[in-house]
């Protein structure tokens, strides 16, 4: 009989592959990052517990070109600082993907808020445009010129907050205990330049990040960076606590967009 394809793979296969992907090639990406001060408040409501604010009220936006071979990912991130146990890190609100490859480790091993966008990353000349966008909305635009080279930074660990979990197959809730990930990164930055410029913040009701407004703008940068990261589960949270807040994980729940055109039946 010729192998079946969905049949198991035997223990060799899936050491092979495991073997595989561990000597991953450094990936680099070419991305735009924004930085600004929004509403204390309007930061602090995003949070799930047991995350809380830092002393600062930021926001940032990450928007990439990934050089993954034969196959580019458009890359983004919206985030706010947050804080747990002592740690300092980032709580991403929305992450953006091009393609379905990018959003199947994200969500279902480390519970990365991944959805499928359009990231769009162009410079012509000193002139840069970056930009994030969903369902037909471009929700986030950074835009600006080249205003001159910056020192390289030291290579940095940065963590983000994920909160991974699986709605109730039967019903509201979950299926099983909520839990916090700590994701750390290892980032090496070969190439970093300043942009002179602004961000702009459209309404959308699928991604409502017009409500962190650009209060008061810490810095854009283009550059070229490759990170590695680790996940580690630091604790189960109170799932009463975590649902109020799952619906930044979905569209809105009337799912418009998911109906036939209007007039086709």
Not at 113 to 122: I, R
Not at 196 to 225: C, F, H, N, Q
Request: overall charge neutral; proline content about 9%.
């Amino acid at each position: 009989m010729a192998r079946v394809r969905y049949g198991a793979r035997t223990g060799a296969e899936a050491a092979a592959a495991r073997a595989a992907n561990s000597r991953l090639p450094a990936v680099w990406s070419t991305g735009v990052a924004a930085v600004w001060e929004s509403d204390p408040e309007a930061v602090a409501a995003v949070l799930p517990p047991p995350l809380e604010p830092t002393a600062r009220p930021l926001v940032r936006v990450n928007v990439s070109m990934v050089d993954l071979p034969g196959y580019p990912l458009g890359a983004g991130s919206f985030a706010v600082a947050a804080a747990h146990e002592g740690v300092e890190g980032w709580y991403p609100l929305v992450m953006p993907m091009t393609h379905e490859r990018a959003l199947i480790g994200g969500r279902e091993v480390f519970g990365e808020p991944k959805k499928l966008g359009e990231v769009t990353v162009e410079r012509e000349g000193l002139v840069v445009r970056a930009a994030l966008a969903r369902h037909g909305i471009t929700f986030v635009e950074v835009r600006g010129t080249v205003s001159g080279p910056l020192p390289l930074p030291a290579p940095a660990r940065k963590t983000d907050f994920y909160f991974k979990f699986l709605p109730a197959v039967d019903g509201p809730g979950f299926d099983a205990g909520p839990v916090l990930v700590h994701c750390v990164r290892d980032e090496k930055v070969r190439k970093l330049e300043r942009i002179t410029g602004d961000v702009v913040l459209r309404e959308s009701v699928y991604d409502p990040v017009a409500d962190l407004p650009v209060r008061e703008l810490v810095g854009i940068t283009v550059g070229e960076k490759t990170t590695d990261q680790k996940g580690t589960v630091v604790g189960r949270v109170d799932a009463r606590a975590l649902l109020p807040y799952v619906h930044q994980r979905y569209d809105d729940p009337r799912q418009i967009l998911d109906g036939p055109p209007e007039g086709s039946i």
